[in-house]
Nanobody
Framework: VQLVESGGGLVQAGGSLTLSCAGS????????MGWYRQAPGKERELVATTTSGGSTNYADSVKGRFTISRANAKNTVYLQMNSLKPEDTAVYYC?????????????????WGQGTQVTVSS
């Protein structure tokens, strides 16, 4: 299973960015997809997750500003980020948990993308 992110970049405070993450490989479906971020000198933290059924979960710091969505048929997850702040600057990582394979197997392991840099200037 591979996760490939895109959409990071440099934006001014108050601006918007949309991240995308596409899963490929031996995938029939993915239970939970989400985004995490890691700022310099800090631990990786959860940003938002979404289940195949559409449930979502957000970190308090991004509620009301970020929106996570997914296209199950494409094994793709998106993160719409609005009203960006300098403290949102980090490397953003896509995550997939609970992969159902085309043969009906279930893999509980976490999969991670390579990360995409988001930089918000003040």
């Amino acid at each position: 299973v591979q996760l490939v992110e895109s959409g990071g970049g440099l934006v001014q405070a108050g601006g918007s960015l949309t991240l995308s993450c596409a899963g490929s490989g031996s995938i029939f479906s993915i239970n939970v997809m989400g985004w995490y971020r890691q700022a310099p000198g800090k631990e990786r933290e959860l940003v938002a997750t979404t289940t195949s059924g559409g449930s979502t979960n957000y970190a308090d710091s991004v509620k009301g500003r970020f929106t996570i969505s997914r296209a199950n048929a494409k094994n793709t997850v998106y993160l719409q980020m609005n009203s960006l702040k300098p403290e949102d600057t980090a490397v953003y990582y896509c995550n997939a948990k609970g992969v159902v394979t085309p043969t009906g197997g279930y893999v509980r392991s976490d999969y991670w993308g390579q990360g995409t840099q988001v930089t918000v200037s003040s």
